[in-house]
């Protein structure tokens, strides 16, 4: 994985300051569980699925959009819950280059020794990320009910 604090400065330089370096750096950070879960989905499928689905005839491009995906779909979400929830709670860095995030009120607070700011950005991403966690774990399981398997 590449952590944001590492990509930012390296970032500036090609792309300048504002949002573009901070949405590279959290593209780059959330990449590894997503990558991670779909792997982890797809290497545990029960393998006399996969063999029933080879055995009716199926070529390995269908037998991964029908079978494989679909299968795995709950564990791939909980990479996706995982790395939007990392990614929420890590764009306010974002707010040292530059990029209007709510960072901006917890840098300000910093600045100012204001500890309402530095409360009201902290409180504000959590219950954010806290939704945002919710919302996306209601959707995996509703997906998990939905294909058989239970969410792991």
């Known amino acids: ?13 090609a792309v300048g300051f504002g949002e573009k370096p901070t949405l590279i750096a959290l593209f780059l950070y959330g990449l590894l569980p997503i990558f991670e ?3 982890t989905g797809l290497t ?3 393998a006399n699925v996969v063999e029933a689905a080879r055995g009716a005839g199926m070529t390995g491009w269908q ?4 079978v494989e995906l679909p299968l795995s779909a709950p564990i791939i ?4 819950r995982l790395s939007v929830v990392i990614s929420l709670a890590t764009a306010t860095i974002g707010s040292t280059v530059a990029a209007k995030t709510l960072g901006e009120v917890i840098i300000a ?3 100012s020794n204001n500890l309402a700011f530095i409360l009201q950005g902290g409180l504000i991403v959590a219950a954010l990320a806290v939704l945002i966690y919710d919302g996306l774990s209601a ?6 009910r939905r ?4 969410a792991e």
Do not use: C, D, Q, W
């Open 1 to 13: 994985t590449f952590p944001p604090v590492a990509v930012l400065p390296l970032a500036v330089p």
């Open 37 to 39: 879960n779909a792997l």
């Open 44 to 46: 545990t499928l029960p």
């Open 63 to 66: 037998r991964l959009t029908k």
């Open 77 to 80: 979400l909980g990479g996706i």
């Open 109 to 111: 607070g910093l600045l």
């Open 139 to 144: 959707i995996e399981r509703y997906t998990a």
């Open 147 to 150: 294909m058989g398997r239970e």
